[in-house]
């Protein structure tokens, strides 16, 4: 019992330090988008300026507007975090060999995390932060719908819930080429899932100034903050299990997947909120439940 509690407090501090180095990468790549340099004075390289980032913000003060509804204003970043937490626990289930739905598992987990945005934005005492919950709560419910079916179809073709055997079947079968649409739709999903650029509407800084998260400071702050980037990773990594297949390359497609994150936040400019819920419910939506109707009767 104490060696699965020692095993899963390593994983969250590789997922933690992971966090600070993909906030690193990222601002190395924006930066040379934009022909300067990144971060390079901290440490060798800038290596250590997520650190000192980190620290500055644990001692900042975080404030409490006075009509803000104090319970869920600080319990919205603690959930989320767990969430994350949550979601990373399916590949510590994994090397246990102790669930057998774990893709199920990552769609229940997954669905909850919309509750703690429109917490979050609800709680704070202001009219930009319950915007920008409202915008996150309705995209990321639309989105998941669609998500699911893709998901689905992957498991008709698997055959199984697991996501190691998964990962094994496209050991000569890659789905990122065999179905290539399905991937395509299923990058912009992610995308959305997660408010990344160029779906960023929860925190789009020309109207909302941060979004949801724009009362929070120290502590709180860095929860969200946390939650968000480990998602990504964690989008990242599933994406290299259930499309990029091939267990000596899985390392280098998730690593790919997330320069995919970074690269779309420097290149691409924000889209229409109405056209991003176009696109959910009349076409991703119609398409998915297609190619499932397709796959289901091929394999």
């Given amino acids: 019992m104490l060696v699965n509690y020692i095993l899963y407090f390593i994983l969250v ?43 500055k913000l644990l001692f900042k003060e975080g404030l409490v507007l006075t009509y803000t509804n104090f319970f869920i204003f600080i319990f919205s970043p603690c959930y989320l975090m767990g969430l994350m937490l949550l979601m990373w626990m399916i590949f510590y289930y994994e090397t246990l060999n102790s669930i057998q739905f774990e893709v199920l598992y990552f769609m229940l987990v997954s669905s909850f995390s919309v509750y703690g945005l429109l917490g979050a934005g609800w709680s704070s005492n202001s009219k930009f932060a319950l915007l920008g919950a409202y915008r996150s709560f309705a995209q990321m419910i639309s989105y998941e719908v669609g998500m699911s079916f893709l998901i689905i179809c992957v498991l008709v073709v698997s055959g199984g819930y697991v996501i190691k055997d998964i990962l094994y079947y496209q050991e000569k079968f890659s789905f990122m080429f065999g179905f290539l649409g399905l991937f395509i739709m299923w990058l912009v999903t992610i995308l959305a899932e997660t408010n990344r650029t160029p779906f960023d509407f929860s925190e789009s800084e ?55 994150y970074l690269f779309m936040r420097g290149t691409v400019v924000r889209y229409r909120y109405d056209l991003l819920m176009y696109i959910a419910w009349k076409s991703f939506l119609p ?13």
Avoid at 30 to 46: D, E, H, S
Avoid at 229 to 253: A, D, R
């Fill in 206 to 260: 020309s109207e909302l100034v941060s979004g949801f998260n724009v009362e929070y400071g120290g502590v709180g702050f860095i929860f969200l903050f946390l939650a968000e980037y480990g998602n990504i990773i964690f989008m990242s990594v599933l994406t290299s299990y259930l499309f990029m297949g091939g267990v000596g390359l899985f390392f280098y497609s998730a690593l790919l997947v997330m320069s995919f």
């Fill in 13 to 55: 501090m590789v997922v933690l330090v992971s966090v600070a180095f993909i906030t690193l990468f990222e601002r190395k790549i924006l930066g040379y988008v934009q022909y300067r340099k990144g971060p390079n004075k901290v440490g060798f390289m800038g290596l250590m300026q997520p650190f000192s980032d980190a620290v």
């Fill in 287 to 299: 398409f998915s439940i297609l190619m499932l109707l397709v796959v289901y009767n091929f394999f």
